[in-house]
């Protein structure tokens, strides 16, 4: 059983983003001094893109013994602003617990989403670690926040952590996290709003031979629960004048979202695609390119 000393993080981020990291050096900021500490990830779909989940915990006076996901946490961190409105990121954050938020928006407009006895904060970490380290990877970015608004670790402990970790590169990430650390800005949830989290219902999956051809299925199943087109960080685009309508591309598509169009060509559907680029590779008459998400 957890003790009440214990603090417990949970972070949400996508595969890419490095939540995963973000939890490492937490974890050995703490133990650098003198805690006991974990940090332990939680991967869904092992693709970059897809949501994933890391956690810590940190004790200033008992070894941990528990080992389960962290569900109550006491501090949430969402790396991705895309998250927010996709998954419940405060499930089971405990009454007073700190939700830190990588967002380009105001606080005021963040917390209307959210009721709960809940501290806010939230900071444009994206725009930091594009400026400061050249690519929108916010892991060490949002360790500025998290010391900002909890003190759960110090800035010099994480400082030696980073030299470790990322040697001649650890100068400019300690930048970006001092920057966060300065820009951060914090409120109480307290009047709050609904929360908008599409929800899911998983239905009664419908027999394989009573599905359409080359479709992506919608109204059963749980293919809804699973939108991997805001994973994919690139997207299939057609040059249809190469294409001769053969269909290879779609019968080879993972995620069957290939169709024909009225006009004989092909097109995904951009909700389900992932951007694999399995469709590229396939097609024989190099109609297909794969170009990068904005
Ligand atoms: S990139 Fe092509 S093959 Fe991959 S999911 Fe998208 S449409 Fe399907
Ligand atoms: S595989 Fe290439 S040529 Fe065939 S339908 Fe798809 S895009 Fe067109």
Redesign the pocket.
């Known amino acids: 059983m957890k003790r009440e000393d214990t603090i417990e993080i949970r972070w949400h981020g996508r595969g890419g983003q490095g939540a995963v990291t973000s939890a490492e050096l937490t974890a050995l900021s703490a133990i650098h001094e003198n805690k006991f500490a974990q940090a332990f990830p939680s991967f869904g779909p092992e693709r970059r893109g897809a949501p994933v989940l890391a956690f810590n915990r940190i004790s200033a006076e008992h070894a941990i013994r528990v080992r389960s996901s962290v569900i109550k946490p006491d501090i949430v961190v969402v790396l991705d602003p895309g998250l927010v409105t996709l998954i419940n990121v405060v499930d089971g954050l405990k009454p007073g617990g700190w939700l830190i938020v990588n967002s380009t928006r105001s606080i005021d407009d963040l917390q209307s989403e959210f009721s709960g006895d809940w501290k806010l904060a939230v900071v444009d970490a994206s725009s930091i670690a594009r400026e400061l380290l050249r690519v929108n990877i916010v892991n060490t970015t949002m360790l500025g926040a998290l010391i900002k608004t909890t003190g759960v670790i110090k800035i010099d402990s994480l400082k030696e952590q980073l030299e470790v970790k990322f040697g001649a590169r650890a100068k400019a990430n300690l930048e970006a996290c001092r920057k966060a650390f300065d820009t951060t800005v914090i409120s109480s949830i307290t009047t709050g709003g609904q929360k908008k989290v599409r929800t899911f219902a998983v239905e009664n999956l419908a027999k394989w031979s009573e599905l359409p051809v080359g479709c992506v299925v919608t109204d059963v199943g749980n293919t809804k629960q699973f939108c991997t087109g805001d994973w994919k960080a690139q997207h299939p685009v057609?040059n249809d004048s190469?294409?001769?309508?053969?269909?290879?591309?779609?019968l080879f598509c993972p995620e069957f979202c290939i169709s024909q169009q009225k006009d004989g060509?092909?097109r995904a559907n951009e909700f389900y695609c992932k951007g694999c680029g399995i469709?590229a590779q396939?097609?024989?008459?190099q109609?297909?390119t794969m170009v990068e998400e904005a």
């Open positions: 057609w190469k294409c001769i309508k053969c269909g290879i591309c779609s060509y092909f469709c396939e097609c024989w008459t109609s297909i």
